[in-house]
């Protein structure tokens, strides 16, 4: 998946979160979050069942609660209460089977449809994830596209979070209406605690305001919020009336024998009337540092994961009862939908510096690529560099040279200004993104140093070599041709690093060629020996240099591009302009690999003599 998808998914699943933790109307607000979901995946409907919480007792029924540009074929079938038989999703319901979210290959009530002619909308086939509330299933969501879409793992992932995020809601929406009922100190209590974290975005303020609401509310001497970090520690982060100053580095250590601990391990309360007298515990932890005698603990989850554990103390014994570790438990609901919306933030926020500073990198290393190709009388260039990421491994480079055997009467008004080589440079790094683009940087910088000394291209590959393993401090290594070209008398003298062998199409003849001297990558071994070649250059020959991101570039089929098909479009292009002869190239690498998403960085030099 690319940043800018996972940033629009980051981004959308905080807003559903934001919606659904807001409204007062359930229903508007799974009628909201449907659309954004629906519109994200780009599909076209989506519906939502609810089990029927007014129903009397019995086997558990679907009502129809929310849905998205339903065709009317299924909108007169969902606006009555769904009964049996019913379609695969809601037999899965019935029967206690849907664990997780599945595709429906085949759904009864838009066959029955299209048997009565009904206007379905093109839909054959839907996902169903459920909608839990902690461990229950309490209704469906049901999102579909026209004729046959395959969903990925991915888009099953997606759903899932949303639909666990309406289970929270809809938990949060019946026990708020049952304390509404039951107690009002409770229900200001919630309706505190959930004002107070809507205004929140930073994590810590969160885990902050949780715990002093918390201890507040239930009037107790202390609180405190353990979470579980990337690394899969539990970290004790947030406290009120603890004094974190008596524990190495100000944070204590919550072991699994502890009540934190067993709570975070087991997702069950726990109660602690006195330490003295519980026989689970040994009263020689952080409590008795503390002076606690009493405790109560309460699972924090988010979408069925464990996140951490709420624990509230007093320093005399007490006797925790159900209704304090419900309204507890409510509000640990409503703490770890906070907590995971700031978490969410924090990363979109994260993945947007991240872009930021790859665009940064992108920009410093097009700048080690050459501005322009050399302008030489009786010659012309072409190039093209494409990363397969922000940034890559691959460059490419054009050096004026002279030649330490001749007078350097250069070509006045040229490239060269008074040398009379032209050095050209391609390369290919091990690795991929930002490691490949630092490594590239400190590779094109050597080459150049060594280059424009005046060392034969053997030789200055096999110094490259050597300053190479002196500087760096990775198993990175890198294939190189170079070539020193004497624009005069036409000849190439050449050294290959392990690089994809150059190609030579002879203008007259239409014969094609590759030109060959064996040699190892650079980076590797210690002690390297190059051979040197040289090949001549006829008008209208043409001679390309390139990765091989543009030989290995594959099709649906998994097919590659390959050296025929590579050769085959120099051959018909050969007798046009070096620019367009690389243009020919990129559009035939456009044609064969379509919109498969590109593996490795794609990079090429034309040369071609014209007189």
């Known amino acids: 998946m690319d940043a800018d998808r996972r940033i629009a998914e980051l981004k959308t699943l905080v807003h559903i979160s934001s919606t659904l933790n807001e409204a007062l109307d359930l229903n508007s607000a799974l009628q909201s979050s449907l659309e954004q979901l629906v519109r994200l995946m780009g599909l076209s409907t989506g519906w939502i069942f609810m089990q029927d919480q007014a129903a009397p007792s019995g086997p558990a029924q679907l009502i129809h609660t929310a849905d998205f540009q339903l065709p009317p074929a299924l909108a007169a079938e969902h606006a009555a209460r ?107 209590a919630l309706l505190k605690l959930s004002n107070a974290l809507l205004s929140l975005s930073d994590l810590q303020a969160v885990v902050d305001q949780v715990v002093q609401i918390v201890a507040d509310v239930l009037n107790t001497d202390a609180c405190a919020l353990v979470l579980a970090e990337l690394d899969g520690g539990v970290e004790f982060r947030a406290s009120v009336g603890w004094d974190l100053s008596v524990f190495a580095g100000g944070r204590p250590q919550l072991g699994t024998k502890g009540p934190a601990g067993m709570t975070y391990y087991t997702g069950q309360p726990v109660r602690v009337d006195d330490f003295e007298s519980d026989p689970r515990f040994e009263y020689a932890d952080v409590h008795k540092m503390m002076g606690f005698r009493s405790a109560l603990v309460v699972p924090v989850s988010h979408s069925g994961q464990m996140i951490g554990a709420l624990i509230v103390n007093s320093r005399t014994p007490r006797r925790f009862d159900d209704d304090e570790e419900r309204l507890m438990q409510l509000m640990a609901n409503q703490a770890a939908i906070a907590i995971e919306q700031a978490r969410l933030q924090e990363s979109a926020l994260a993945e947007q510096r991240l872009r930021k500073e790859l665009e940064l990198a992108r920009q410093i290393q097009a700048s080690f690529l050459p501005r322009h190709v050399p302008t030489l009388p009786g010659w012309e260039f072409g190039a093209h560099y494409a990363s397969a990421r922000e940034v890559g491994g691959d460059f ?52 150049r140093a060594v280059a424009i000394s005046g060392r034969s291209p053997a030789d200055a590959m096999q110094r490259v070599n050597e300053l190479i393993l002196n500087d760096s401090r990775t198993d990175q290594f890198i294939t190189l041709f170079y070539g020193a070209l004497n624009p005069e008398t036409a000849t190439l003298r050449f050294a290959n690093a392990g690089h994809n062998p150059p190609l030579l199409i002879q203008g007259a003849s239409g014969a094609a060629m590759t030109l060959h001297a064996p040699g ?3 980076g590797i071994l210690n002690s390297i020996r190059l051979t040197e070649a040289e090949a001549h250059f006829e008008p209208g020959d043409v001679f390309l240099m390139y990765t091989d991101g543009v030989t290995d570039a594959l099709n649906d089929a998994a097919e590659e591009f390959g050296v025929e098909r590579l050769t085959q479009v120099l051959l018909e292009n050969r007798r046009r302009p070096a620019h367009e002869v690389v243009r020919a190239i990129v559009d035939a690498l456009h044609d064969f690999v379509g919109d498969r998403e590109a593996f490795d960085d794609m990079t090429m030099v034309v040369m071609k003599r014209v007189g």
């Open 82 to 188: 769904l009964k049996p038989p019913g379609c695969a999703c809601q037999t899965l319901f019935e029967k206690g089977k849907l664990k997780k979210a599945v595709n429906i290959v085949e759904c009864s009530r838009i066959a029955d449809a299209l048997e009565q002619n009904g206007d379905v909308g093109g839909l054959r086939i839907h996902a169903s994830v459920p909608i839990r509330a902690r461990d229950r299933v309490i209704g469906i969501l049901n999102i579909a596209g026209p004729a046959v879409h395959h969903f990925t793992d991915e888009d099953l992932q997606l759903m899932t979070a949303v639909g666990n995020q309406i289970g929270l809601a809809a938990e949060r929406a019946l026990l708020f209406e049952l304390t509404r009922a039951q107690r009002v100190n409770e229900q200001a």
């Open 520 to 522: 190892v990558a650079l």
């Open 396 to 447: 490419y480079d054009f050096i004026a040279l002279r030649d330490p055997s001749e007078r350097p009467a250069g070509m006045p008004g040229s490239f060269l200004e008074g040398c009379n080589l032209l050095g050209l440079v391609i390369a290919d790094v091990s690795d991929k993104g930002v490691p490949a683009a630092l490594f590239m940087a400190l590779c094109r910088t050597l080459v």
